[in-house]
């Protein structure tokens, strides 16, 4: 395609964010195109920094560096021709679906003779008809998040921005819902040119974009594109539609790398702190019995997905936990227990505390809190003082998060013990004479 139709061009655009002396890279050197007659979607994990794209791209936001040009003109302000829907949508709750419809085209001062009709016509395009007077309490998830849609479209938006539009939804309403959004994009029924959907579900993605560009995060940035030709509407049990899928999900859960760089470094040494993946022990646990009920202990990470009925975002967050710790390896797509994985996932309640107290003890993370609270008086901490100190190498919400993981991975391995009321973190003695190995 020509550069005539661009609609949206990225250049060199780094978002960067500075707590106190912490210096946070949130999105680095994104270049993205988006052309007329083009549904682009970007998917990552959480935190690989898309919904600050969008923010970037609707002008909510001006990036660090780099330039935003529409239409070949660099971005001011708020984007004119781009609208957002959100995950939820915020419907006000005194009015109308057809106030609410209204009230974009309110806002942006066209009067009531035009925008009255043409708010009855969306309701009536994303299946609302007869609900224009209902309010939004009157509403299922779905039907609510359809005002959103036709609010979105009553401003004849060039651009449509899509923030995981689907994700809040169950998953009957949000697949009928997909379906509508694509029936009224490839039929041409809403004026939208182009639309850019940001999402952490793959087969979503397979399902309706012309394009996808996969983003990983630490930091946030661009790792590869893929253009999908399949016609819609396109078929989820077909093999060139699985094969598809397969593919993103290897482009998304990489290769296992070697131990330093899978590792990372501890906070305050040079090098880069990863973050422990969010998932639980008892989560981790059970997709860990599922892969060595699998024949030879592998098995294709999206077909697990499926298999379980959990979303792509928490699988790749299983998968990267399982290899992190060394009970898999994952190449192109697919994963495999290691013997460790198979011994940890066959052992008792109590063996498997051992073997995970000793593969978490050399996390450098993990090393780190160990280290600080057998070096503190009375060996025991304030979880705030911890959470202070790791935000010096995450950011509030994320140091938060890694602080829930260690405390639910330190207990489970009984390394360390919670007091609650007291909000203290503890050494267990138990784990005392080991701690001279460290
Ligand atoms: P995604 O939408 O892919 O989950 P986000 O764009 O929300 O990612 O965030 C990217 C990263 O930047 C995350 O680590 C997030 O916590 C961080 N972040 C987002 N907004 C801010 C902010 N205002 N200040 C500091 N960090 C932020």
């Not at 299922?140 to 609010?151: D, E, I, N, T, Y």
């Not at 969010?278 to 989560?283: E, F, L, P, Q």
């Not at 190449?331 to 290691?338: C, S």
């Amino acid at each position: 395609m020509g550069t005539s139709n661009a609609l949206l061009k990225l250049r060199h655009v780094h978002q960067i964010y500075t707590s106190g002396s912490r210096r946070f890279v949130a999105v680095q050197d994104v270049n993205l195109t988006v052309y007329e007659g083009e549904f682009v979607a970007l998917l990552g994990p959480s935190g690989c920094g898309k919904s600050t794209l969008l923010r970037i791209i609707t002008g909510l936001q001006k990036p660090s560096e780099g330039k935003v040009l529409y239409r070949d003109q660099p971005l001011q302000g708020v984007n004119p021709y781009a609208s957002i829907v959100f995950q939820t949508f915020a419907l006000f709750p005194w009015l109308t679906v057809l106030e609410n419809v209204e009230l974009a085209l309110k806002a942006r001062g066209v009067p009531a003779n035009i925008r009255t009709p043409r708010a009855l016509d969306l309701i009536d395009r994303v299946g609302l008809d007869g609900f224009e007077s209902a309010y939004p309490r009157e509403l299922s998830g779905g039907m609510r998040q359809k005002v959103g849609f036709a609010r979105a479209m009553a401003v004849e938006p060039e651009l449509l921005c899509l923030d995981e539009p689907f994700s809040a939804l169950d998953v009957l309403s949000a697949e009928s819902l997909r379906n509508e959004l694509m029936e009224l994009w490839t039929t041409g029924k809403i004026p939208t040119k182009a639309i850019l959907m940001v999402s952490h579900n793959i087969e979503e993605t397979v399902f309706m974009a012309d394009r996808i560009v996969v983003m990983d995060k630490e930091p946030g940035r661009i790792l590869s594109e893929l253009s999908i030709t399949l016609p819609h509407p396109r078929q989820r049990k077909s093999e060139e539609f699985q094969m598809l899928v397969d593919q993103v999900y290897s482009m998304l859960a990489g290769q296992t790398q070697p131990e330093s760089v899978e590792l990372g470094s501890a906070p305050g040494e040079p090098g880069v702190t990863r973050s422990l993946p969010k998932v639980t022990i008892t989560d981790l646990a059970g997709f860990l019995e599922n892969l060595a009920e699998m024949p030879q202990n592998r098995a294709d990470i999206y077909r697990l997905s499926e298999e379980l009925n959990v979303d792509s975002g928490h699988i790749l967050s299983l998968t990267e936990a399982a290899e992190l710790l060394g009970f898999a390896t994952i190449a192109k797509g697919d994963i495999t227990l290691t013997p460790l994985g198979e011994t940890f996932a066959e052992a008792s309640i109590l063996a498997r505390k051992e073997i995970f107290a000793t593969r978490i003890r050399r996390l450098p993370l993990v090393r780190w809190l160990l280290t600080m609270l057998s070096s503190s008086e009375k060996r025991s901490l304030p979880v705030g003082v911890i959470l202070t100190a790791l935000q010096l190498e995450f950011h509030r919400e994320e140091a938060e998060r890694q602080l829930e993981t260690l405390i639910n991975w330190g207990r489970y391995a009984e390394l360390l013990s919670y007091n609650d009321d007291q909000e203290v973190l503890y050494l267990e003695t138990l784990s005392q004479p080991t701690l001279h190995s460290l």
